[in-house]
């Protein structure tokens, strides 16, 4: 029995597990926005890679100083910050000064992430919370948005990027109005088929609908993603939308227009699905994708701003848990189907 | 989502690998007799048994030697013939001590045993039900409930329909399996018996997909006159749990914190029914039965039948342990407790002995890194009785065990273990709710 003894542990049960990791999610969710990634340089050039290059570095250090100076162990390994980092850079306009996303970062992360106690504690997506701050803080800056595809994007890097912090930023060449911008002030709406694939300007990760959904599909197929969330953002949306343009057809766009123009697609794929700030149940995240989708409606058609999609996150990023308190699941042998 | 769509199975639950390609196909064999054999008084839920024979006592095999003490206890039997060494306190799985009788079997002790009173189908309801009290009979399926207890229904409950557990869900074990295929004729015996008992007009013998051939085995053989329906259920885990099996199969759910009796069913596992089955018409009781020795771990895997109180030190040296062998458990690896000790004994709730290296334990949840809880859900799609696994283990975290039991339902978790083996943060939630369940019951009743 000698070599029994010896080795013998002892834990408690269960003794297997699936093996599904919180890093290795993490890890998929950064592969999936990669496709969007490179269509974002290729189409903005030198300008974008430099803004999602230093909005991931940004976040990345911030979380790491942070987690040095409090003295706890860096969490920059679980990929969740890399995400944050990632995502944040592509809801940026291609040519914003780089002192600008960098400031945004820090904010999104210390603010957003880190002073609610880190991951698995945010109310709030940090990315969005950076990209809101910057849009508060830079109004001018955030709207200003380069064509893409424009002729040497790769030869040289806009002059706005470099800007000096705290300096006027110069343009090269005039802002060219978004596909939500013409809806809202000249009432035209682009083609569907130009938005999926890209063709128009915005920020830099959003403009690529069926590589975003692509990246979609992939998660959801490994099961790292509630399908219900962007199924119930997208329903939503269409239907409100389609209800208008039955009305007035001269004044509203229409459901196709609306999910793939702006940031609806990146939005409702990548950002409100973000666990830790979307509801634990079902029947809460269509609830809760019904919110985004009814506030992102009624902010790009009535409201100030022609887009709307982060604020409606971050709204219902802040209603989450109060939809946790009111929709729980019916525990077995209660309700209804008891006895 | 799909279980919606799908029949005979229960919401939510987990597929962990079945395991069972090693042993299913090895025939049930006799295991030899340890130098000495460790009987523990409380092998069951309830009351200790009492002991009638004290040290230096010549026993034969089969003889009871402890009797049970009041409604909520059953008899033991002596595993073998021999002497009885000591009574004392002896390690239990559960980590606490027991009073147990430790018997040393004669060198020259042969398989036969004492019969005692036979009870015949033509006996009353409650002659049976002492009879199978008498013979020792528990719930063989893990927990050990004493079986007669749960066959007298409270007063005003009638119960209609009697479901035999033949699920066998939990990983590596496939004791019940060949249970079914060897004495097959012994479990319809047993059903009989039941029925008298219970006074149930309907029998459903639950079983998983992944053994077809016993569920024909069971149609083939089934006598006309048995009012038997087999109903055979996609392979998910735990629908071996008998609220499971009647949510699946019938469609109602037993109310939280109620009884099986509440909804006028009654659940047996299929080799708790063969042993009444075989022992009640010969008068023996409980002295021996069948285990799956298994995993990794033992090279000489096999379906054994062992005699209770046989050290698992022992068993495992029979069955060639491998040389990195790290951590070994009574049952299958989703809800097993951990054998502390070689010297704890088999008993009658024991359905498995299973070993695992290294090369396993390293995947378990003790052994992985922590992360917070990122809010996934995982949990909440598993858990079968539709907890929220994610809250409850937030709120053991900071030991609000009173507010997981009074807003959280708690005492509805029975312990499955499917939370925390989908958890890719790898929190402990099961093990977090296993000990906030006893604190809560300690707060309420203080």
Known sequence: ?339 | MLDLFRKDTFRHGVHPPEMKDDTAEMAIRQFPFAPVLIVPLSQHLGKPAKAVVREGQEVVRGQTIAVPDGFMSVAMHAPASGLVRRITLAPGIMGTKVESIYIEPYPASTQDIDDGEPCGLDATPDEIITAIQNAGIVGLGGAAFPTHVKLKPPEGKHLDTLFINGVECEPYLTTDYRVMLEQTEDVFAGIRYLLRATGASEVIIAIEANKQDAAERFRTTCPDDLPVSVRVSPVKYPQGAEKMIFSALIDREVPSGGLPADIGVICCNVATTAEIGRLLPRGRGIQERVITIGGPGVRKKGNYRIPIGTPVGFALEQCDPVDDISRVFMGGPMMGPTVSNLDIPITKGTSGITAFTTAETGGSTGHKKVYPCIGCARCVEACPVFLNPSQLGILAKNEEYEQMAESWHLMDCFECGACTYVCPSHIPLVQYFRMAKKMARKLSAA
Not at chain 1, 45 to 50: E, I, P
Not at chain 1, 207 to 230: F, K, S
Request: hydrophobic content about 50%; overall charge neutral.
């Open chain 1, 1 to 339: 029995m000698g070599k029994l003894v010896k080795h013998l542990e002892i834990g408690s049960s269960p003794h297997v597990s699936d093996g599904a990791s919180t890093d290795v999610i993490m890890r998929n969710v950064f592969f999936a926005l990669l496709p969007v990634t490179v269509f974002a340089v290729y189409a903005f050039g030198t300008g974008a890679a430099l803004v999602i290059i230093v909005a991931t570095a940004s976040c990345v250090l911030t979380e790491h100083w942070l987690c040095r100076w409090t003295g706890k162990p860096s969490t920059v390994g679980d990929w969740s910050i890399a995400i944050t980092g990632l995502l944040y850079g592509l809801t940026l306009p291609p040519d914003l000064p780089l002192w600008m996303v960098f400031v945004g970062g820090v904010f999104g992360v210390a603010i957003g992430k880190f002073m609610f106690g880190g991951l698995g504690m945010n109310a709030f997506n940090p990315a969005l919370v950076g990209r809101a701050f910057l849009q508060a803080a830079f109004p001018q800056a955030m709207t200003h948005w380069s064509a893409p595809f424009a002729e040497g994007r790769f030869e040289h890097i806009p002059s706005s990027v470099l800007a000096m912090p705290f300096w006027e930023p110069t343009y090269d060449a005039v802002t060219s109005a978004t596909p939500l911008a013409l809806m809202k002030f000249e009432a035209e709406f682009a083609g569907g088929r130009e938005l999926m694939a890209g063709l128009t300007s915005g920020s830099v990760g959003e403009t690529c609908g069926a590589l975003i959904l692509l990246g979609g599909i992939y998660l959801v197929a490994r099961n790292m993603m509630n399908w219900r969330i962007p199924a119930s953002i997208f329903a939503t949306v269409a239907a409100v939308t389609w209800a208008f343009q039955l009305y007035d057809p001269a004044t509203y766009p229409g459901p196709v227009f609306m999910l793939f123009s702006g940031g609806l697609m990146l939005g409702a794929v990548f950002m409100a699905t973000d666990m830790v700030a979307s509801p634990i149940t079902n029947a809460g995240c269509w609830l809760y994708g019904v919110l985004i989708g009814v506030l992102v409606v009624a902010i790009r058609f009535w409201g100030g701003m022609p887009e709307g999609v982060m604020y409606a996150i971050l709204l219902a990023n802040a209603v989450s848990p109060h939809i946790d308190n009111l929709i729980q699941p019916r525990v077995f042998g209660t309700g209804r189907r008891a006895g």
